[in-house]
């Protein structure tokens, strides 16, 4: 009688195993390949490397700003799969005149990268800032740090004095998707 109990637990317990893993597996894949894609991850790769940032951080950066469709365009104009701005390209290309197809994939990500590797730098290396930048523009960074609203030395997603909502939200969305790609790749 009680190997009978045992064995009924063995094949229940076992069951149940390969169900969780097979649903976990499913999980996974769905992430990987509809939710946190790799799309366009051999030109973010290289341009990342190119700018000294880590490829699964631009991966987050485009999955929130464009979601991977690179013939959009916001309603402030901004372009392409990093929402790159005419000015904003044309000031990282030292180009006043030329006119730029933002909708290149190759061309909008090696901007954005560009872009990036200047906000990192301009706030020595504080990624947090930087991401901030990006959404809200340096200017207004720049002024909430003078204004003492926010701290230069930001170091979380949470429990910040960031006066945007739209910002707020906009580096917390940023964090936890590249947390997530971390996590599936």
Not at 74 to 82: F, N, P, Q, T
Not at 96 to 122: A, P, T, V
């Amino acid at each position: 009688m009680q190997k009978r109990k045992y064995y009924k637990f063995i094949v229940v317990f076992t069951i149940s195993l390969i169900f969780v893993v097979l649903i976990y597996n499913l999980l996974i894949n769905i992430l990987r390949n509809y939710i946190f894609p790799l799309k366009y991850f051999d030109i973010i790769k290289e341009e990342a490397i190119n700018n000294n940032i880590d490829p699964y951080l631009i991966l987050a950066i485009i999955k929130v700003e464009s979601n991977f469709d690179k013939n959009i365009t916001s309603v402030k104009e901004a372009k392409g799969l990093m929402q790159i701005m005419d000015k904003t390209a044309n000031d990282v290309l030292k180009n006043s005149s030329e006119e730029l197809d933002l909708y290149n994939e190759y061309l909008n990500i090696e901007i954005g990268c560009k872009y990036f590797r200047s906000l990192i730098s301009r706030y020595n290396g504080n990624y947090y800032l930087a991401i901030c930048a990006y959404n809200a523009g340096l200017g207004k960074v720049d002024k909430w740090i003078q204004t003492g609203l926010i701290d230069y030395r930001l170091e979380s997603y949470k429990n910040n004095n960031i006066p945007y909502k739209e910002t707020k939200n906009y580096l917390k969305k940023v964090i936890l998707s590249y947390n997530i790609y971390r996590f599936l790749y």
